[in-house]
């Protein structure tokens, strides 16, 4: 253990080394701050509680996979309007709609956004633009991030609008929710709510790795999930990591 504590600090040193002369620049209240390095090792200050640790309740627990490569509070409108779509509900019969989340996910910085959608990570924050890329495409594909701004989709999402949830938000943490609510050319409303556990969904998780490593990866992609889902199916590490080579 401990060598991989030493290995681990090794590492994190030359990571800061490089950002620094990158011109990178941290917290200023890292060394002396009220939860800084001095009164991590030194307890320096006896007015600092030291942190609660609730054993009953692991944060490890609460992580998940991301089905799609959004933020976190996106997914769960992500998988409704995806519902939508495979019922044949396309871009261009959205006269408008409404994205019911929770507050958390409404309040969010970035996340109510239909208009600035310029960078990268501000679509990928958007509830907006994620929800109309999944019209769109069917799913959210990460080259709706690194291309030019498709405007059929910005189009769609200025017509969209985010509204806090009663129910979403009274669930919220324990189970993220969101109802995308959608009107129609021909005048009628649809809508879908999201499904539970969307996003330790195995398939979904598996397209998201699918999208991103098949350039590089091959046809060795089919080989490195099914080598994670069965880990016995391979002899050592070594075999695995090979696939990734």
Request: proline share 4%; charged share 20%.
């Amino acid at each position: 253990m401990s060598s991989s504590r030493n290995a681990n600090a090794a590492r994190a040193g030359l990571v800061a080394a490089l950002l620094a002369r990158e011109g990178a620049t941290g917290a200023t209240s890292a060394v002396e701050g009220t939860y800084g390095l001095r009164q991590a090792f030194g307890g320096i200050r006896n007015d600092v509680d030291k942190p609660k640790i609730r054993l009953d309740r692991m944060a490890v627990s609460a992580t998940f996979f991301k089905a799609y490569p959004s933020c976190a509070l996106t997914q769960d409108a992500i998988d409704a309007a995806r519902q939508l779509a495979e019922h044949g509900v396309g871009s261009g019969a959205i006269v408008g709609g409404t994205i019911h989340t929770s507050g958390a996910a409404a309040r969010y910085p970035g996340c109510d956004n239909a208009t600035t959608l310029t960078a990268a990570i501000s679509r990928q924050m958007s509830l907006q633009f994620t929800v109309a890329a999944a019209l769109t495409d069917g799913t959210v594909r990460p080259h709706r991030y690194s291309e030019p701004l498709d405007p059929g989709i910005a189009a769609l999402a200025q017509r969209l609008r985010v509204v806090v949830d009663p129910v979403a938000d009274l669930a919220f943490p324990d189970r993220r929710m969101a109802r995308v609510e959608l009107r129609l050319t021909e005048g009628r409303t649809v809508s879908a709510t999201s499904r539970p556990d969307t996003n330790l969904a195995g398939t979904a998780v598996a397209g998201k790795f699918h999208d991103y490593s098949a350039q590089v990866l091959g046809a060795d992609v089919a080989a490195v999930v099914a080598s994670v889902r069965n880990p016995d199916g391979c002899r050592d590490v070594a075999e695995f990591a090979s696939l990734l080579s």
